[in-house]
């Protein structure tokens, strides 16, 4: 799989990662064994970068990721987690003392000394331009609990106030065909900066996968039914703040342009990777046969200028008015 730097970290990562979201139950019910079926097959197909979180499943994603790292030493994994979540939203409760106590119930979790990369999980804004924040963030590398930190956000602004800290290392961002304003200046930005891009969301939420149709009913434990209204967190992590029918519209026009032998999914992926600036995608997967073909899309060649224009209109025409100028 075609390796790049992840920004400020200076680790060479496979281009497809895994987002374990899913293997936290978010997503309805998965088993401990089929967790780890996912992530030996993510292993199996080149994957080198995981991202997890302290509160997908409360813990349990980070606890069978870490059962992985100790069954597969040899595979190198750069393992990615977020913090800030545990606690109300409250620019208040983001100090070093929690987060002193928040990465230390990580690494017990993933059963590391240090954590290669701890992201604040969407903070309140005002988090992003709080300096005694970042301090706390350089001290814990100092206190070798972590290796580097950076930031998941919501919107654009947030990435761009963020990118502008020495000490931030990568930037989380949700980039796909249904939500491309990153493109404009946050990606950019990040480059020059040489901080590294995390593609997060990037079949929004299954739509560009093309096997949905106005029809599909999802399960009451799956926040594509309990948060398509954004009750439960940002709506915009849902379908990428795409409303359903229209969304399943959009992926059927962009049918046309899956070549023989690939999916939807490995064109919606192969487009994001088209962006050099990204360092890595991070697709979820429930099971063996989706991590390998997430897996897969590494192997397409580049999209044709015809193909990205297509995918550009369909975006312009259908998605553009919900969700441009939202995040």
Known sequence: MEQRILGRTGRKVGVVGLGAWQLGGDWGEVTEAEALAVLNAAVDAGVTFIDS???YGDGRSERV????????????????????RRAPLEPSHY?????????DRSREN????RLDLVQLHCPPTPVYGNDAVYDALDTLVAEERIAAYGVSVETC???MTAIERPGVATVQIILNAFRRKPLEEVLPAAARAGVGIIARVPLASGLL?????????FGDDDHRT????????????????????TGVEAAARLEPLVPPKASLAQV???WILDQREVSVVIPGARNPVQVWSNAGAAELPRLTAGAHDEIRAVYDELIRPQVHDRW
Not at 209 to 217: E, I, L, R, V
């Open 268 to 270: 919606a992926l192969r």
């Open 95 to 103: 100090t070093l003392d929690n987060f002193r106590a928040w990465t």
């Open 209 to 217: 996968s093309g096997k949905y149709d106005a029809s599909t009913q």
């Open 65 to 84: 990721i870490g059962r992985l790292l100790r069954q597969r030493p040899e595979a190198d994994i750069m393992v990615a987690t977020k913090m800030g």
């Open 226 to 245: 309990y948060n398509r209204d954004g009750s439960a967190f940002d709506v915009g992590e849902t379908f990428a703040g795409v409303d359903f029918a």
């Open 110 to 113: 993933l059963g590391v000394d």
């Open 53 to 55: 979180a302290d509160v």
């Open 157 to 159: 602004a947030e990435a």
